[in-house]
């Protein structure tokens, strides 16, 4: 550095305040006076879409769920009415609920029990190159087309598909009709089966639970492990009263994801599993064919309200607790 | 007797780098051990082999007698006090406290009275119910201690247990700590990057550098006999005579060190003379560093002692004694 460079600088003092450069400049100044302006320009149309856009629709659709239907001419009475509700109880209509939530909460729980050992490798082992590996693996699914997975899978499971040529190849036949004899969850085939379509729910929603399951288990610090093994806790110990409890939040967020995309699919039990329907294929059929928006409406609100009923304990058993 | 803690060749290596390599060292039962060093210098390695967390890749460890080589830490009786503090966040402080031995199978009253025994040993009666992100963050440290020592433990480790504290509360804590060891008679060992807290808490230390041992002994002996320049410097940054230097003065022809407040300003016997290149004031008193031929010195000039300008010409003044002959290195 040499000196010679000073004089000009001296020449020319520097200013303690720079001028404008712009429009960009003003609007910067705007807000940094007015730091509510810059949140309400940030907020506008994301706000506008969730009330006019999101809760709209929901605040019709509930709507709707009070009228009713007119028996003989088929058309919707707009009146206040509970009756449209009364009809869900009737026994066809509550086998296609308790179907539903029987088959979301069996999905839920192996989405857990698969999710979880991947999740904490991702969480507590995964570095660099592994990790990569690991969000490309889990979200790989997630770029190709659900109706193609679908079919795929309908193609997988089919009587004359791998798994019974892989069956027959090591002789494990009879394990595989020894599952499909089983009552309820059986079936002709694993394509047209309760355990078929679980299956493929668990398949298309596990990434859902996986990533969230992540995100909490990369939380809990290594020390908080460490201190509970050093103060006796087998990893069992650790894994029950630790671990679980503050994995906990990201397990219900999680849970969430597939609990209430499986309760309003219709395209996965229409394409594998037994012919019976799920509250998605009876809000399809009701809205369309048969026209009676009120009773689908009704459905609709159905797993809305389960999955309030099922936050609400929850966060009683204080789920969000370590949030 | 046996020793406490006692580490036979131990190495921990991760890869090429050698964070512990070849360690030796024996804890006597009911002392307050301090491993001072720099941060990677090995000596909180040092302490996750104590407690299991990482194995020694050679070497032994043993814990009262026993090779624990092969022993996972729950199965250890030693308890650690964590630096980030480690509380579960999910259960209130008595659960906390009282984990170790809830995991033993204890029953909720028996182990509840215990938590509450043990937190009024650290001062926190009626911290029970709270939650640990409710505490301050002394609060919490007592409660880590609380809980680390309701397994009762044969050694207590401590990581830095005292960094997140401000000044003011470091300093209760660690009389706090000391008064707690000798009253508990447990051997407690400290880990620490903070020279002062090693030599005023500690009946031995260990001042780590590069994964090794440079030298252990008793606070005074650290300070005041460094076996190395490492030694030297980082407790209590000393002059370092160069072995030239030291000979000129008398002593062998080795490195020496040489205390700041050893050295007094004065043209009566003045060993050596030279310019004041700056002034640190210290509140107790104020540095002084002088360019002497050959290198500069720092003097530390107690507080009522004339100071000296800015560029002054100055003697300096020692007794032959003060001067600690050094190994080379």
Known sequence: ?323 | MTAAVEFLNVSRHFGSVRAVDGVDLSIAEGTFFAMLGPSGSGKTTCLRLMSGFEQPTGGMIRIFGQDCSAVPPNRRNVNTVFQDYALFPHMNVRDNVAYGLMVKGVDKRTRHDRAEELLALVKLEGYGARKPGELSGGQRQRVALARALINEPRVLLLDEPLGALDLKLREAMQDELKALQQRLGITFVFVTHDQGEALSMADQVAVFSQGKIAQIGTPSEIYEKPRTRFVADFVGSSNVLTAEMASRFGAPARPASLRPESIRIGDEGARLRGHVTALRYLGSGTRIVVAVPGGELSVFVTKGHPLPEQGAEVGLVWDAQAMHVMEEG
């Open chain 1, 1 to 323: 550095m040499s000196l010679t460079a000073e004089p000009s600088r001296i020449a020319q003092p520097a200013r303690a305040i720079l001028p404008t450069r712009g429009l960009g400049d003003r609007i910067s100044a705007l807000f940094w006076r007015h730091p509510n302006v810059l949140l309400i320009t940030l907020l506008a149309l994301p706000l506008v879409w969730l009330v006019v856009v999101y809760l709209g629709s929901l605040a019709a659709l509930l709507l709707q769920s009070f009228y009713s239907i007119d028996e003989f001419s088929g058309q919707i009475r707009r009146e206040f009415t509970l009756s449209t509700y009364g009809e869900l109880l009737q026994p066809a209509n509550l086998d296609i609920i308790i179907r539903t939530v029987a088959m979301s909460a069996a999905v839920t729980l192996g989405a857990v029990v698969i999710a979880f050992p991947i999740a904490y490798f991702a969480a507590r082992y995964a570095k660099g190159h592994w990790k990569a590996l690991f969000y490309l693996g889990v979200m790989l699914p997630l770029w190709s087309s659900y109706l193609v997975k679908v079919y795929a899978w309908k193609l997988i499971l089919a009587r004359e598909g791998i798994i019974t040529w892989a069956t027959d190849g090591i002789g494990a036949s009879a394990v595989l009709n020894g599952i499909l004899a089983l009552p309820v969850i059986g079936g002709n085939s694993l394509s047209t089966s309760y355990i078929g379509t679980w299956l493929v729910f668990l398949y298309v929603w596990l990434p859902y639970m996986i990533l969230p399951m992540q995100a909490a288990l990369e939380r809990v610090p290594q020390s908080m492990l460490e201190a509970s093994a050093d103060l006796g806790a087998s990893c069992w110990q650790t894994l029950r009263t630790v671990i679980f409890p503050l994995a906990l939040p990201g397990i219900i967020a999680g849970s969430i994801f597939t609990f209430s995309l499986t309760m309003g699919d219709y395209i996965i039990p229409q394409i594998v599993g037994s012919s019976r329907r799920f509250i998605g294929q009876a809000v399809y059929q009701l809205q369309g064919t048969a026209g009676n928006i009120p009773l689908a409406a009704a459905f609709a609100v159905v797993p809305i309200v389960i999955m309030l009923i099922y936050l609400t304990i929850a966060r009683r058993k204080g789920a969000f607790d370590a949030l």
